[in-house]
């Protein structure tokens, strides 16, 4: 029913991301979506890779948080029983709002594999990082520098993607590392 359809999307707009860090913006799930799908679709077009799949990707790639809530990287991979029960809990979620949205099976398949090892994996993953580049890019800008405590795991997080990801990534990758780097 549509009116299913209309509480997740409800849920994900209601639901705060950064809950750990003070920031002058809020950023709801919703808009971090929003955020990666545009910025997968920008980075298909620069290597010239058909958005179809990525697109479906991004618009689900954090619908379970509709339930667990943004955690924290440091506690969802704190260990791997930990990773684990969360990632049981997780797929549930998953399922129960895709069905909500009587998007099909087939976005389950997208949500799972989001950030898989594929070019539409790689990109999604490049996307979710670079959102975190942006809000502390943003908030900085504001002058609030609380986000610049997670610098260093985003860097770490991009120099990995520098030496694993597809060639074709590695100049983008290199600008948005730029970008952190100016941050101050």
């Not at 299913?4 to 950064?18: K, Q």
């Not at 009587?102 to 670079?130: F, M, P, R």
């Not at 990801?165 to 941050?183: K, N, Q, S, T, V």
Request: proline fraction near 2%; glycine fraction near 2%.
């Amino acid at each position: 029913m549509i009116i299913d359809a209309f509480d997740v999307i409800d849920s994900m707009a209601a639901l705060t991301r950064y809950s750990q860090a003070h920031n002058i913006t809020r950023e709801s799930v919703l808009e971090h979506t929003a955020f990666v799908a545009l910025f997968s679709a920008s980075i298909c077009s620069r290597v010239k890779h058909d958005p179809s799949v990525v697109l479906k990707r991004a618009i689900v790639h954090d619908i379970d948080e509709i339930v667990t809530g943004d955690i924290p990287t440091p506690t969802k991979y704190a260990n791997e029983t930990i990773r684990n029960a969360i990632y049981e809990l997780e797929k549930e979620n998953a399922k129960d709002s895709i069905d909500m949205l009587l998007l099909g099976d087939e976005y389950y398949d997208h949500w799972d594999n989001a950030k898989d090892n594929t070019l539409d994996g790689q990109i999604i993953t490049i996307s979710d990082i670079s959102a975190v580049v942006y809000k502390m890019f943003q908030e900085a800008k504001l002058g609030n520098k609380t986000m610049l405590k997670y610098r260093n795991r985003v860097m770490t997080a991009l120099a990995k993607c520098a030496i694993d990801f597809d060639e074709r990534l590695h100049d983008i990758i290199g600008e948005i590392i730029d970008i952190l780097e100016d941050i101050k």
